[in-house]
């Protein structure tokens, strides 16, 4: 019974949602305001915004046809049967209410009673949205193709320098260039996905960048996202340089550079479904290290 469910998770999705909390802590820790309760209730937090987008794709793809015979990429549960409708719609409804409490006690902790914890509250209320009307829904945004900007605006601008401002309280805009950087990585991975499935949303009316754009310019197009990721995390490096150990996460770019090389050389979708894992591990390696190179010693 179980198998069904940790399959509908996703796991390898996660460390998206990981890199990006490690690494608007790692620059509160940069800035000298990291505290631990933010840093553990903010990694819960996104944690469980992402396993509720995954579990309302699920549902929201098969309920809107996507999710057929012609799949290209792993067996969803409720396509599958193994998970109904229904009960994925209450694990849906139970992951968004845990998702919610953490987020107000993440902004209580952090921030108190304010005025800018209204703000905050309203954004994870928009958080909590994004996840769920990406598939699921009448107009969800994903099958217009806005996907890719959300994965962005959250995972990177919210995800990252939202983070930092909930550890100090304070807004620094040379955080921007760090949170555009696990942005766009983690904006690769959905284009990655949307890549794999190209023939089958397009087919069902899913019209997603990568199915709008073409096979060929996606292929340009994700190698923009993942140069220009690294791009801005090198910047940032170099214009906040205090030694060496800053520089560890470029060993990130030796399994990124390979798998841009068997993305570019793919002509079967099918086969590019492994590289999820690839790049999502990736992605967390290189904010891992680029987050332990900001840590002061």
């Not at 802590?25 to 933010?38: D, E, I, M, Q």
């Not at 229904?86 to 304010?114: D, E, H, N, T, Y």
């Not at 470029?250 to 841009?260: A, I, K």
Request: hydrophobic share 55%; charged share 10%.
């Amino acid at each position: 019974m179980l198998r069904p469910w940790i399959h509908a998770l996703r796991l390898r999705t996660l460390p998206l949602a990981i890199s990006s909390i490690l690494t608007g802590s790692a620059l509160a820790a940069f800035y000298h305001g990291f505290r631990w309760p933010v840093f553990l209730l903010a990694l819960l937090t996104a944690v469980l915004l992402q396993v509720l987008s995954n579990l309302a794709n699920d549902l929201g793809d098969h309920l809107h046809g996507t999710d057929d015979h012609s799949r290209v990429g792993p067996q969803r549960a409720v396509q599958s049967g193994a998970i109904s409708p229904v009960a994925m719609k209450r694990a849906m409804w139970a992951c968004g209410l845990l998702a919610l409490v953490c987020g107000l006690a993440l902004i209580i902790v952090a921030l108190g009673l304010s005025a800018t914890m209204l703000v905050f509250l309203l954004i994870g209320l928009l958080a909590i949205g994004a996840a769920v009307k990406y598939t699921f829904g009448s107009n969800p945004y994903g099958y217009a193709g806005f996907g890719d900007i959300s994965v962005l605006l959250f995972f990177g601008m919210v995800g990252v320098a939202g983070t930092l401002f909930l550890h100090t309280g304070a807004f620094n805009r040379a955080a921007l260039l760090p949170a555009l950087g696990i942005g766009l990585l983690c904006a690769a991975v959905l284009n990655l996905n949307n890549m794999r499935d190209i023939a089958g949303d397009a087919a069902n009316g899913k019209r997603t960048l990568a199915v709008r754009m073409g096979s060929s310019t996606a292929k340009r197009y994700h190698a923009l996202l993942i140069y220009g990721g690294l791009a801005c995390l090198v910047i940032f490096t170099a214009t906040h340089f205090k030694g060496w150990w800053q520089l560890a996460f470029v060993l990130g770019f030796l399994p990124l550079d390979r798998h841009l090389r068997t993305v570019q050389r793919n002509t079967v979708p099918r086969e590019l479904d492994p590289q999820m894992k690839v790049l999502a591990l990736s992605t967390l390696v290189t904010a891992l290290l680029f987050s332990l190179g900001l840590i002061p010693g």
